[in-house]
């Protein structure tokens, strides 16, 4: 009996699966369980799926760390019409991400979304990112004496 189950998995599903282990099972390794991915590849006939990351119109990326079996996936259709699309992927960019971007500001300049909100809708890993980002977007947010401590204790930390 042969091919009654065709596996199938990204290398994203093999980042969680070897994270959730290495979480429960600290006896054992990261290097140990990449040969068990590496040995699934060569042995599983077609089951790693690769270039699926286009097709994906709008997602919501997860922080570093956090797995799909702790948060619910939304995917967001947008018609636009033929040729205003082409004229929208003429001025360049990932059309699909530029959407995201633009919605996620718009209902954070509404007070629906917070700082960690929209880091990680956007996948910023740090909040020097987000900063960098809503000020390119003319968004200026109020400096204190306790995010400049913060930010003294954390350059002094790496040794400046």
């Known amino acids: 009996m042969s091919d009654l189950y065709r596996a199938k998995w990204s290398d994203t599903v093999h980042g969680e699966w070897i994270t959730a282990?290495?979480?429960?099972?600290?006896?054992?390794?990261?290097?140990?369980?990449?040969?068990?991915?590496?040995l699934m590849n060569m042995h599983a006939r077609d089951a790693l799926v690769t270039g699926f990351e286009p097709l994906i119109d709008v997602y919501w990326k997860l922080d570093r760390g956090m797995t799909s079996r702790y948060c619910k996936w939304m995917n967001l259709t947008v018609e636009i019409p033929d040729d205003v699309a082409q004229r929208l992927a003429a001025a360049g960019g990932d059309l699909s991400h530029r959407a995201l971007e633009a919605?996620?500001?718009?209902?954070?300049?509404?007070?629906?979304?917070?700082?960690?909100?929209l880091r990680r809708l956007l996948g910023f890993n740090t909040h020097y990112e987000l900063d960098g980002f809503l000020k390119a977007h003319g968004i200026f947010e109020p400096y204190t004496l306790d995010d400049l401590e913060r930010e003294r204790r954390d350059l002094e930390r790496l040794g400046f």
């Not at 282990?21 to 590496?38: G, I, K």
């Not at 209902?107 to 629906?112: D, I, R, T």
Request: charged share 40%; proline share 6%.
């Open 21 to 38: 282990v290495l979480e429960n099972r600290p006896d054992l390794t990261r290097a140990r369980l990449e040969r068990t991915r590496d």
């Open 103 to 117: 919605l996620a500001l718009e209902e954070f300049k509404l007070g629906h979304l917070t700082h960690p909100d």
